[in-house]
């Protein structure tokens, strides 16, 4: 039983320098957004499912930049016309240290982080209206590590879109599901040695 216990305070030791350790500098950050709920501020607005690929660099400790691709199909209703979005461009996230501003996380392996994009997208539906121009949100999420390289992660995010087209400015509320793979530098090396 002593062993049992033991073993179970290493894993949960383990889990939470390993939670540090995958947000250092030099480290890459790869993952996607598989599953967005979309809550309408505009009239029209429903539900979204779309993917959102992502890949980021840690270039201090807590902090990646990056890069997004953004590809989504809408349908809120049978009735209702068909919705297209896009979008590629760039990411920051900042991951919050344990205490740093009143914010303590509330599982001992995950951590708290806020992300923001800017780039170039688009909202085309199928009645005509549509939008090009600057893509952009902002918003909070939690990163919990299922295993020491691979976090679980749920994102609250404002997402807007100005431009060009039948409407000058539209923007939602989103709440995001997916996943991230935290790579050391020397891993992802490797990664791509065999893939060669």
Known sequence: ??????AGILAVTGLTATA????QKGNWLVGSKLISSNFGLNTGGGYNIGIQPQG????EDNV???GYVDLAINKVTNGSPTEFTYGVGGLGRYYLSPGEKGVDNLLHHGRW?????????GRSVEN????????????PGYSY???PNIGLEGLVKYKGRAGFGSEGLNSNITFNVGFSIYLPTSKAKEVARDVR
């Not at 982080?113 to 997208?121: M, Q, S």
Request: avoid cysteine; charged fraction near 10%.
């Open 145 to 147: 590590f299922i295993t």
């Open 56 to 59: 980021a660099y840690f270039i």
């Open 113 to 121: 982080f806020l992300e923001g994009n800017v780039g170039i997208g």
């Open 64 to 66: 990646a930049i990056g």
């Open 1 to 6: 039983m002593k062993k049992l216990i033991f």
């Open 128 to 139: 005509g209206s549509s939008t090009t121009g600057l893509d952009f949100g902002a918003g």
């Open 20 to 23: 540090n350790a995958q947000i």
